[in-house]
T-cell receptor, first 111, second 112 residues
Framework: DAKTTQPPSMDCAEGRAANLPCNHS???????VYWYRQIHSQGPQYIIH???NNETNEMASLIITEDRKSSTLILPHATLRDTAVYYC????????????FGGGTRLMVKP | DTAVSQTPKYLVTQMGNDKSIKCEQN?????MYWYKQDSKKFLKIMFS???????INETVPNRFSPKSPDKAHLNLHINSLELGDSAVYFC???????????FGPGTRLTVL
């Protein structure tokens, strides 16, 4: 699975959009981009995933560049409860569908 | 009505002991996983298991073994515990044909 690079930390004001970037320059054609988050002392939580088209669900939007070498997770109206570590994961159809987590971005939403 | 549950939530034990952590999912999923999160907060996959195959991350010592009495359970057995096994262990599950993994709340293991 391709390696991902994320900033270690970011701040965001409550009510504003949080834009979390991820670089995955070695991504291959059949690999998906996944985003999970981990709120303190809880298990990771799935947010969204995509292949090449932009995706939106009730939690967030995922914007993938045309060359697929980077992506951005957007939380449109961040709340204090969105404070968490956000993980960008690139995964192909590996056996067992196992996820490889990197260091993630610690997002702090401030009032 | 917890989707993925783990017991115990906390486990403190001595070096050399053998212990088990239980995981149950009531989602009807057919694939289950164990992850380890160390003190530096890195999450690493340990095992993937469904009723057909067990896939083991090659870095996992053979003191660790998953055991599945049925499709809803995947327990983690650890023999001869070492100090370095101290971590938070997460169980997860996934339905066939879907991409989302559902994680349990974690078990914090402390080896003294």
């Amino acid at each position: 699975d391709a390696k991902t690079t994320q900033p270690p930390s970011m701040d965001c004001a409550e009510g504003r959009a949080a834009n979390l970037p991820c670089n995955h320059s070695t991504i291959s054609g059949n690999e998906y981009v996944y985003w999970y988050r981990q709120i303190h002392s809880q298990g990771p939580q799935y947010i969204i995933h995509g292949l090449k088209n932009n995706e939106t669900n009730e939690m967030a939007s995922l914007i993938i560049t045309e060359d697929r070498k980077s992506s951005t997770l957007i939380l449109p109206h961040a709340t204090l409860r969105d404070t968490a570590v956000y993980y960008c994961i690139v995964r192909g159809d590996n056996a067992g569908n196992m996820l490889t987590f990197g260091g993630g971005t610690r997002l702090m939403v401030k009032p | 009505d917890t989707a993925v549950s783990q017991t115990p939530k906390y486990l403190v034990t001595q070096m050399g002991n053998d212990k088990s952590i239980k995981c149950e999912q009531n989602l009807g999923h057919d694939t289950m996983y164990w992850y380890k999160q160390d003190s530096k907060k890195f999450l690493k996959i340990m095992f993937s298991y469904n009723n057909k195959e067990l896939i083991i991350n090659e870095t996992v010592p053979n003191r660790f073994s998953p055991k599945s009495p049925d499709k809803a359970h995947l327990n983690l057995h650890i023999n001869s515990l070492e100090l370095g096994d101290s971590a938070v262990y997460f169980c997860a599950s996934k339905a066939s044909g879907y991409n989302e993994q559902f994680f349990g709340p974690g078990t914090r293991l402390t080896v003294l």
